[in-house]
């Protein structure tokens, strides 16, 4: 008996011996204007120092060239700037797509909204890059119903902003309907379609729900920022053109 009532005290003291959990009760905190005027840590400045001026030089490194500037606003339904981005994916990651499925894509549509800047005239660096394509979206290929390719269509037609686009050639006629669509050349066809988007758009963003219906996706682990480097370090000059992918009639 005597020993059990050793064991339980020494239970007892054990127990009282653990820590309590600690529990945030209450935190503090300031707003800090930053500007010129604090004064610079020169120890983390000195550690900083090195890498910024690596970063720097990797980000100014010229890849290719283009004699005129092109901004997302050139014009309402296609623009040369939108249809250099889907031309670069059409591209760049068909090859990629091709011989891991044997299969080619037939379409690229990007988002309007996700075109962060635009490239001014003269020397394309890893910079502009990062400025049009900020996020860490990646290459992905959906495989889309005739009816699903027919929706992402109408999507176009009735946004009628200029997403960039390839593969497709659609024609409004004069108040803004759907006269004709064409993918490469043949009118769409009761089979699949490979169409070539971000990550963040087959996912419905941008309202694009018709790539929620998709019967297979594949991701290509490319991501856009990293195939537009790719691309403008393979073009020697970049002069894309406002053409008939996405046109409208005026009669």
Do not use: W
């Amino acid at each position: 008996m005597r020993q059990f009532l050793i064991l339980i005290l020494i239970s007892i003291s054990i127990c009282s011996c653990t820590k309590s959990p600690t529990i945030l009760v209450k935190t503090n905190g300031e707003q800090v204007q930053i500007s010129d005027s604090i004064e610079k840590n020169k120890e983390l400045e000195d550690f900083i120092s090195p890498y910024r001026e690596r970063i720097q030089e990797e980000m100014s490194a010229v890849l290719s060239y283009t004699p005129k500037a092109m901004f997302k606003s050139d014009a309402q339904l296609n623009t040369p700037l939108g249809n250099m981005m889907s031309d670069a994916v059409l591209e760049m990651a068909n090859p990629i797509f091709e011989k891991r499925t044997g299969h080619k894509i037939d379409v690229v549509i990007l988002n309007y909204g996700g075109i962060r800047s635009g490239i001014n005239a003269g020397e394309v660096t890893t910079r502009t890059a990062y400025n049009i394509m900020p996020f860490e979206n990646e290459v992905a290929v959906a495989e889309l119903a005739s009816e699903e390719l027919k929706a992402l269509v109408n999507y176009l037609v009735k946004n009628k902003v200029a997403h960039p686009i390839a593969g497709l050639q659609i024609t409004l006629n004069a108040e803004g309907l759907l006269k004709e669509v064409k993918v490469n050349g043949e009118h769409i066809q009761n089979k699949s379609y490979y169409v070539a988007t971000s990550d963040y758009l087959i996912k419905g963003g941008d309202h694009m729900e018709f790539f929620k219906k998709s019967k297979s996706v594949h991701s290509l682990d490319y991501k856009l920022r990293n195939l537009f480097i790719d691309y403008f370090k393979k073009k020697d000059t970049i002069a894309p053109k406002q053409d008939n992918r996405f046109t409208k009639l005026e009669n």
